[in-house]
């Protein structure tokens, strides 16, 4: 399986942008880019997905760069209920096993007031 | 919906003893799975179901684990017996199999301290 890879820890201050990277350089032209947060004593939730084109929802902005490589998760405008941890994820399209995919350690992000 | 639901959320037991762990996933989703989650080991997944069926269990850690989905509305993942090294938050998750992406909806897990 591809993998990715996160920094551990990022921080931010309320109400400002935030962009959480990652890097997926063995990333196949099947794998969807995922993205799933887990808030303190909750279980993970998904936020976003893409494979080539960037991505915008209720929740955040995914971008994904040109040669699929690395991807950034962009929260436009953060609050302190952002504050969580992120696991970017790879999925193959079409692929019954894809939700078996491993979640990594994931980027702890801090918001500060 | 209500969500994926699991029961009970917490659960405090002695060396030894048998724990059954509940989840009834998301009606009209056909896949579920069992996550383990623990600050050394991180998020790690047990085995998943699909059409209550058992399609990879290569991540139970020994016989100690089972599983099993009698229905599409439930499934018991069981401990016996039980180690203080099963200490642990459990997720049951659930999703439907869409060929373009695979979203998975999690329950708030169970928080299991084995003593």
């Given at each position: ?35 799933y947060?887990?808030?303190?004593s ?37 609050t ?34 | ?15 030894g ?30 085995i ?68």
């Amino acid at each position: 399986d591809a993998k990715t890879t996160q920094p551990n820890s990022m921080e931010s201050n309320e109400e400002e942008p935030v962009h959480l990277p990652c890097n997926h350089s063995t990333i196949s032209g099947t794998d969807y880019i995922h993205w799933y947060r887990q808030l303190p004593s909750q279980g993970p939730e998904y936020v976003i997905h893409g494979l080539t084109s960037n991505v915008n929802n209720r929740m955040a902005s995914l971008a994904i760069a040109e040669d699929r490589k690395s991807s950034t998760l962009i929260l436009h405008r953060a609050t302190l209920r952002d504050a969580a941890v992120y696991y970017c994820i790879l999925r193959v399209k079409g692929n019954t096993n894809a939700g078996k995919s491993t979640f990594g350690d994931g980027t702890t992000l801090t918001v500060k007031p | 919906d209500a969500g994926v639901i699991q029961s009970p959320r917490h659960e405090v037991t002695e060396m030894g003893q048998e724990v059954t762990l509940r989840c009834k996933p998301i009606s009209g989703h056909d896949y579920l799975f069992w996550y383990r989650q623990t600050m050394m080991r991180g998020l790690e997944l047990l085995i998943y179901f699909n059409n209550n069926v058992p399609i990879d269990d290569s991540g139970m850690p020994e016989d100690r684990f089972s599983a099993k989905m009698p229905n599409a509305s439930f499934s018991t993942l069981k401990i016996q017996p039980s180690e203080p090294r099963d200490s642990a938050v459990y997720f049951c998750a659930s999703s439907f199999f869409e060929p373009t992406m695979v979203v998975q909806y999690f329950g708030p897990g169970t928080r299991l301290l084995v003593l």
